[in-house]
């Protein structure tokens, strides 16, 4: 449905699409954050694992961990505190300071 939507109007709408500034923008963030969060993530799990095999007494605190983070889809994550704190949302009301304007704004 996505890819329908999107190729709706051609590949030319497209390609034109992609380099507009913003999209340019949100690609550039994406790398940045890839090039950043897979080494973290790399560090942290091979941690997490050497604990879980060296030391017995913690490895169902991490366990739990682990299987906590998998139950969880990241993306439906997203959703939930967006929906709960977007201009719309339940708290979005709440939360509606200066730093936490970003999930209900365009960027630029």
């Known amino acids: 449905m996505i890819f329908v939507e999107a190729f709706s109007h051609g590949l030319r709408a497209v390609l034109a699409a992609m380099v507009e ?3 340019l923008a949100a690609i550039r963030l994406t790398l ?3 090039l950043v969060s897979v080494p973290l993530n790399t560090v942290c799990g091979v941690a997490g694992a050497w604990c879980i095999g060296r030391f017995r007494s913690l490895a169902a605190a991490f366990d739990d ?3 906590a983070a998998f139950s969880v889809s990241p993306v439906i994550s997203g959703l939930v505190w967006v929906l709960l704190f977007g201009a ?3 708290l979005g009301r709440c939360s509606s300071g200066p730093a936490c304007r970003s999930s209900s704004r365009f960027p630029g």
Do not use: E
């Open 65 to 67: 961990v682990d299987r």
């Open 88 to 90: 719309n949302g339940w």
């Open 32 to 34: 940045v954050v890839a």
């Open 21 to 23: 500034p913003d999209a």
